[in-house]
């Protein structure tokens, strides 16, 4: 949250959450900023799945399958209420969805959740081979910084999102890799996780293509993250791809990795705007 005196870049070596609440709305520091206006898209995405984490795990229904998070308008960097409401509550699998609302009741945001309480199923095996080639035997704090990931001076959330990138023999960049060096809320969160990586996929993919658009904008209108287990550790792989045109029209989307092999998939919706 803003103060009369700015924060600064020590703050980022702290364990304190990027967003608190102590029994009223979510209060984000500095750090939740996005490098223009507003909150960054991936800590906005970030809180309102892991709000439908935190009721979830309330109710004692399992793990998250799969989120969809809409960006109905710019986030404050200001206090913020989230609305959480059960759609359904079934035996095996349940459905949340949250508003994320400013103080004045305006919607910022809304995403739903779906969530599946394990169960074994003596005598069956997996019905499709699960990729493993990316079963990362190293530690990605050891590869170069993103090369894209500029981090402008003033405080916001690429000061605490640590990200890097693989690259082949001949330099062609391959997976990317990211992490937080601060938790995102004051409770562990999968989809949390998830979405603070997810939510670069467009910029992963503009930046190895060489299709980077100077003079426009790419924001993200909405992004979805799909799951069938659960990421193990902190750090979380994106391969990414798009398909931008000239209508100004887009998506992107990737592939979801842990250090042991594939997660999940995430999409998103991108719309071109002009710069300037």
């Not at 493993?132 to 000061?159: C, I, M, Q, S, Y």
Request: charge should be negative; hydrophobic fraction near 40%; charged fraction near 15%.
């Amino acid at each position: 949250m803003n103060s009369s005196a700015p924060a600064t870049h020590a703050a980022a070596e702290t364990g304190a959450p990027i967003f608190t609440r102590e029994g009223g709305p979510w209060l984000p520091d500095d750090y939740a900023a996005g490098p223009f206006r507003g909150l960054y898209g991936g800590a906005v995405a970030g809180l309102v799945a892991g709000a439908m984490e935190e009721h979830a795990v309330s109710e004692g229904w399992g793990t998250p399958l799969s989120a969809t998070v809409l960006m109905l308008r710019p986030a404050p960097v200001a206090p913020l209420v989230t609305e959480i409401t059960t759609l359904q509550a079934g035996r095996r699998n349940a459905v949340a969805e949250c508003l994320l609302k400013d103080e004045a009741g305006k919607i910022i945001s809304k995403g739903h959740a779906i969530f599946v309480k394990p169960d074994a199923m003596p005598g069956t095996r997996p019905l499709t081979a699960i990729p493993t080639a990316t079963n990362w035997a190293g530690d990605p704090a050891t590869l170069p910084l993103w090369a894209n990931g500029k981090r402008p001076e003033h405080v916001n959330f690429l000061h605490i999102l640590e990200m890097r990138e693989e690259r082949d023999a001949t330099g062609k960049p391959g997976m990317r890799w990211s992490r937080m060096t601060r938790p995102l809320l004051p409770f562990a969160s999968l989809l949390a996780t998830l979405f603070t990586a997810a939510d670069n996929a467009s910029a992963f993919w503009l930046s190895s293509s060489g299709a980077w658009p100077a003079n426009f904008g790419f924001p993200n209108v909405d992004v979805s993250v799909h799951v069938s287990r659960a990421p193990q550790g902190e750090w979380i792989g994106v391969t990414p791809d798009a398909q931008l045109h000239e209508t100004g029209m887009g998506m992107s989307e990737g592939a979801l990795y842990d250090r042991t092999g594939l997660v999940g998939r995430t999409c998103q919706t991108n719309i071109l705007v002009p710069r300037g």
